[in-house]
């Protein structure tokens, strides 16, 4: 079964929002066009969901600003402007995104003390969000997965897409993702190709089966 996992494509990360990854917009018809033309058996997508006093929020901790590094349950935090605050716009898929063929969203990020950039479990590893049993259950053996952002959520979900589904080909569809950074954009397409993660384009994903 080949999948599709869309990950965080939600107007917090698009331009206007409150966490805009730069010309995060810009895969949204990239992302549409592999739903329509993909040939997927099955669509999924993730969406940070987090509480108003999150603690991955620099609002959360007195005197610090966001995109300072910060310590959250101990482990050091990248503190991040309010964003994706569960019942707001912000955290709404981006209404130009093909939601129709969406058959399962996995919400991340609930938890106060602990982040969540993948869409399979915590940043500590400790609570898994239930996505990789929901997969695994499906008989998904090709998981293609693109989103926001790749230098960070995205990368995430595919590096625990490939520990989490033994005997599954994960791949990173470079060209329907944005990142922050360009380096960490480059930094991070490096970990997950040596991880195993095949590096492909949407191109790529639409003319294979």
């Not at 003390?113 to 399979?120: E, G």
Request: glycine share 10%.
């Amino acid at each position: 079964m080949k999948c599709l996992l869309l990950v965080d494509i939600q107007n917090g990360f698009c331009s206007g929002g409150n966490l805009a990854v730069p010309n995060g917009q810009d895969i949204v018809p990239i992302a549409n066009r592999l739903i329509s033309e993909g040939e997927y058996d099955l669509v999924v997508a993730s969406q940070d969901w987090h509480p108003a006093d999150h603690g991955s929020f620099a609002s959360q901790h007195p005197g610090s600003r966001p995109f300072e590094m910060g310590t959250l349950g101990g482990e050091p935090q990248m503190l991040w402007p309010d964003h994706c605050v569960q019942g707001t716009s912000d955290a709404d898929f981006h209404p130009d995104l093909d939601t129709a063929r969406v058959g399962y969203v996995q919400r991340k990020g609930q938890r106060r003390d602990v982040d969540s950039y993948s869409a399979f479990r915590d940043n500590d590893h400790s609570a898994l969000t239930g996505l990789s049993d929901y997969l695994a259950e499906k008989r998904v053996d090709v998981l293609d997965v693109c989103g926001l952002a790749t230098d960070y959520c995205v990368k995430a979900s595919a590096l625990d897409a490939k520990a989490m589904l033994p005997g599954t080909d994960i791949r990173f569809v470079a060209d329907a993702s944005r990142g922050i950074d360009a380096a960490g954009v480059e930094a991070a397409i490096a970990e997950m190709a040596a991880a195993g993660i095949r590096i492909i384009t949407s191109a790529d994903a639409i003319g294979s089966r």
